[in-house]
């Protein structure tokens, strides 16, 4: 078995401070240089998993989350702030503190003013928002992770269909624009929920098959995304509890063997963009080198993000020579560089 350790946001974090951590080092040590995704973390989980990285990650997603995507073609559809800057407009950050009643009445506006075009908003949670219809769009998306902080005409829909989808994303902006909720979060200095982000768009008939996997995921957009995967591959699904260790939460996911069971190709776990350094090197980091170490596991892969693409370290078991290497000469933990 496989283990991928999601960890959003990490390579946010300074250089240095990354550097001066142990489980780190000893993972660049017993990895080869990490491969740099530009099209995002989900991109990068699916390579780790060894499927396409262009799967579509939106119907597995709202999966994920509780819903049914059906034969439906379904986008992500995440409010989003944007933000005016001199000649251009930023996509400032996504916005993920809407309250249920909030979400609810955008949901419901959106859908009263798209009836016409088959566009169905549904928001599972308040920060878990997708479109859906019959019919599949001729366009290619950038993730939301990809496009934070950055100019937003590179990153808006290409293809065949784009001007369509164009138009209806500038109907949208004038629309939230208007809306209560958004002058209500305005007077109170909370940033508006101006524009809505499309991507990981496709049918669930789209996804190839995908490996038996069970997943550890805390709540959220990447939690989704795994859920789904399990479930599409018939894997098993757990929350995550800050509490536990790599091997504890494996153990408690992978549940008791059945007769029979076929071998779990991957284990999957999302931990929560906020968690602290301790919690990753002693918790997870550390406790999964030693699995690897000890052959427990066949491999280990970190995927990240944090600089404007997504980067993987995929760690195997270390053979003698490497780890006398790693004691001589240990290499950097560096993250790859993204493109600006």
């Given amino acids: 078995m496989q283990l991928v350790l999601i960890v959003p946001g990490l390579l946010a974090t300074p250089a240095e401070a990354l550097e001066a951590r142990r489980p780190l080092r000893a993972l660049a040590a017993y990895s080869d240089a990490p491969r740099c995704e530009p099209r995002g ?30 034969d439906d073609y379904v986008l992500r559809a995440d409010p989003v702030h944007l933000a005016a800057d001199r000649d251009t407009v930023l996509l400032v950050q996504g916005v993920d503190d809407l309250s249920e009643d909030a979400a609810g009445a955008l949901v419901r506006m959106l859908n009263r003013h ?42 808006l829909p290409r293809g065949r269909d784009a001007g369509r989808w164009k138009r209806w994303l500038n109907e949208i902006e004038m629309l939230l624009h208007a809306h209560d909720v958004n002058t209500t979060r305005e007077a109170r200095g909370a940033p508006a929920a101006s524009g809505i982000w499309l991507s990981g768009g496709g049918r669930l008939a789209d996804v190839p098959t995908l490996p038996s996997t ?88 970190l995927v990240s993000d944090g600089n404007g693409g997504a980067a993987t370290w995929a760690a195997r078991p270390p053979s003698v020579w490497r780890r006398i290497a790693s004691r001589v000469g240990a290499r950097r933990f560096e993250a790859p560089r993204a493109d600006p």
């Avoid at 699916?46 to 509780?66: E, H, N, R």
């Avoid at 308040?126 to 950055?150: H, M, N």
């Avoid at 599409?232 to 504890?248: C, D, H, M, S, Y």
């Fill in 41 to 70: 973390i989900a991109a990068a989980l699916f390579a780790s998993l060894g499927v396409a990285s262009d799967t579509p990650d939106a119907p597995l997603a709202l999966l994920g989350a509780g819903g049914d995507p059906g």
């Fill in 214 to 301: 069970i997943v550890v995921a805390s709540p959220g957009r990447l939690g989704d995304l795994a859920r789904g995967i399990a479930r599409v591959g018939r894997g098993r699904v757990t929350e995550f509890r800050a509490n536990e260790t790599a091997a504890q939460a494996l153990a408690r996911a992978a549940g008791p063997a059945t007769r029979g069971e076929e071998r779990t190709s991957f284990a999957l776990a999302v931990l929560p963009p906020s968690q602290d350094a301790s919690m990753l090197d002693d918790d997870w980091l550390a406790p999964a080198l030693g699995l690897l170490a000890r052959r427990e596991i066949d491999a280990l892969h």
């Fill in 114 to 155: 798209f009836a016409d075009d088959d566009l169905r908003f549904e928001a599972l949670r308040p920060d878990a928002w997708f479109v859906r219809r019959e019919e599949a769009a001729d366009i290619s998306t950038t993730a939301l992770d990809v496009a934070l902080r950055k100019r937003l005409l590179p990153h």
